[in-house]
């Protein structure tokens, strides 16, 4: 199949002039339509059957999707429709899209287009039903135009976008403004538009070509019978758990609990922690767990100076602080426990309500204060400790209810200075020769799998080196990511598709649902251009999203074969597709 794509008008200001020579190798290369089709692109004229030659248009040649023949007349001047307007009207009759365009810092020759032979051209597009794309190339002044003459005459010579869109509506056409001829806007944007008009006149002609190759190819393989929807299916992604997740690892982590809560005046066990956790949440965890030890200060049983008021009276660390190996009422060990002593009363009476909060992100101030009212009774008593909690966690008051404090502070973000670090990591990943370190508290509330392999009878539940195979150290690392972070940005397709294998293994569905949609993300981007010369087999995709049971995402690539059939049925690995 071939698609002839015509092109009136000139991109340069002042365009070219009676008696000029139409166009230049040297311009034409600096063209939009030849900028778009690359160096594939070949000067002649068109040898295609049927083809009319015109010799006041420039013919250059390219292929598109693997075999398709492109043929570009292009034209700049417009008196060439004042001197030979039959001529031109026999080239427009033979256009599959038709390409209009002008400077935008050429008003003059705008109004003539506008004026002069737009109002010829209208009656015929309509007739023959050719898409038209208008494009603006150049850039505009903005702002308010200068005072000097100089600056006021340039101004006015620039034409609004107004008008251009104006005109584009009474030709029925795409309107475009591209300020400058680079790839991004040529290849991006021109481009994108331009593909689309050529999918769409392919098939088009596909359906008014009869079948030739009829009984020839017994088995030749044919589209899929979908049914067309207006949208690609939608991939859906469940709401993130990750609060739940941290509330269930207090409530039934005690197992990895490494810290102890006792009361400054019972003596009595409070409650349960995990370090990790809180040296993450709040600094005054970090002084408090990773500062001096009390046997260098043995007359006084709290570690941090004593302030009144300050978070430094709130906790203390027990003498003797550091305990290997001590046993717990649900018969498991630790390897080492650090006593706290909540001497604050009121923070004693409240530490399950305080400790909730931090794990579920240190954030919902609002429910933490309701918790406190049910406790308490007492406004003030209130007041007092959420100023203590606040002083603990380094929050300032005015700042806390911003919205952009708020969005800085939501649940996932409180592991991120965990994320592959050795502060309190209790288990070390090696993977293909890389040491990642982790936390299986962290591990274990976000992973089922991990659950089960650090707290059952395996070997990497006895284990601190636990080494990982059939992964890259890249893609468990982001998998890693993801159960630190709660979000997932693939840099690639193919890494996303890792990503996705990864967290099939360890069923993680969410991460599994958050690759999918990368996948496909990506996938769209694509200009068909560079959907049909990319490297990436979708085929492929496709077979490995069945394979792992990417559902969705195997639905999701089915209809995007189908909507781009004639890219992908070029392609070799297309023939590796079933019947079915």
């Not at 003498?319 to 009422?329: K, L, T, V």
């Not at 400790?385 to 973000?413: F, N, V």
């Not at 040491?435 to 299986?440: K, Q, S």
């Not at 890494?495 to 996705?500: G, N, P, S, T, Y």
Request: some cysteine.
């Amino acid at each position: 199949m071939s698609i002839h794509i015509v092109a009136l008008g000139s991109e340069c200001p002042g365009g070219v002039g009676p008696g000029e020579e139409p166009m230049g190798q040297g311009q034409l290369q600096g063209g939009l339509l030849w900028s778009y089709l690359g160096q594939g692109a070949t000067v002649g004229p068109c040898d295609l059957e049927g083809s009319l030659h015109n010799p006041a248009f420039m013919e250059y040649t390219s292929r598109v999707f693997g075999d398709v023949a492109v043929v570009v007349r292009d034209c700049p001047s417009w008196d060439l429709l004042d001197s030979d307007w039959a001529g031109v009207r026999k080239v427009l009759e033979q256009a599959d899209i038709l390409v209009i365009k002008y400077a935008v810092t050429d008003k003059l020759a705008f109004q003539q287009v506008r004026n002069g032979y737009a109002p010829r051209l209208r009656p015929l597009l309509r007739h023959w039903g050719v898409p038209v794309i208008l494009v603006a190339v150049g850039a505009r002044l903005n702002g308010p135009p200068c005072t000097c003459p100089l600056c006021a005459s340039d101004w006015s010579s620039c034409v609004p976008h107004s008008e251009g869109l104006q005109l584009s509506r009474d030709l029925g056409a795409t309107y475009l403004e591209l300020p400058s001829l680079n790839h991004v806007f040529v290849g991006r944007y021109f481009g994108s538009v331009l593909e689309y008009f050529m999918i769409q006149c392919l098939k088009h002609k596909a359906k008014e070509r009869p079948d030739k190759r009829r009984g020839n190819k017994v088995n030749e393989l044919r589209p899929p019978h979908l049914e067309q929807p207006a949208r690609l299916p939608p991939i859906r992604v469940e709401e993130s758990s990750f609060s739940q997740d941290m509330q269930w690892l207090l409530e039934r982590g005690v197992q990895f609990a490494d810290v102890a809560f006792y009361g400054g005046d019972s003596g009595k066990e409070l409650g349960w922690a995990h370090a990790a956790v809180l040296c993450a949440v709040s600094p005054y965890f970090r002084q408090l767990l990773l500062g001096p030890k009390t046997r260098e200060r043995p007359q006084s049983r709290c570690v941090c100076r004593e302030r009144d008021g300050g978070p430094h009276s709130m906790l203390s660390t027990w003498d003797g602080s550091i305990i290997d190996d001590m046993p717990r009422s649900d018969g498991h060990t630790a390897g080492r426990l650090t006593r706290l002593v909540v001497k604050d009363p009121l923070l004693c009476m409240c530490l399950w309500e305080t400790l909730m909060f931090i794990y579920r992100g240190a954030w919902e101030w609002e429910h933490l204060q309701e918790a406190l009212e049910e406790k308490l009774k007492n406004s003030l008593a209130v007041a007092q400790l959420m100023e203590r909690i606040r002083s603990l966690l380094s929050r300032d008051r005015s700042s806390r209810d911003t919205p952009s404090a708020r969005a800085a502070q939501l649940g996932p973000q409180t592991l991120v200075n965990l994320f592959n670090s050795p502060l309190y990591s209790d288990v070390i990943f090696m993977v293909q020769g890389s040491v990642l370190p982790a936390h299986r508290a962290v591990l274990v509330a976000r992973c089922d799998v991990m659950a089960a392999m650090f707290s059952g009878k395996y070997a990497e539940a006895r284990s601190r080196v636990v080494p990982i195979h059939g992964v890259s150290s890249d893609t468990f690392l982001s998998f890693l990511e993801y159960l630190y972070t709660d979000s997932c940005c693939p840099a690639s397709v193919l890494q996303a598709m890792a990503v996705l294998v990864c967290a099939e293994m360890y069923q993680v569905k969410r991460l599994q649902h958050l690759c999918e949609v990368c996948v496909c993300a990506y996938l769209q981007s694509m200009p068909s251009r560079e959907l049909s010369s990319t490297g990436i087999s979708v085929v492929r995709l496709l077979r490995r999203a069945k394979c792992h049971n990417a559902e969705q995402l195997y639905i999701w690539l089915l209809h995007f074969i189908a909507n781009n059939y004639l890219i992908f049925s070029h392609k070799p690995d297309f023939l590796e597709l079933s019947g079915q």
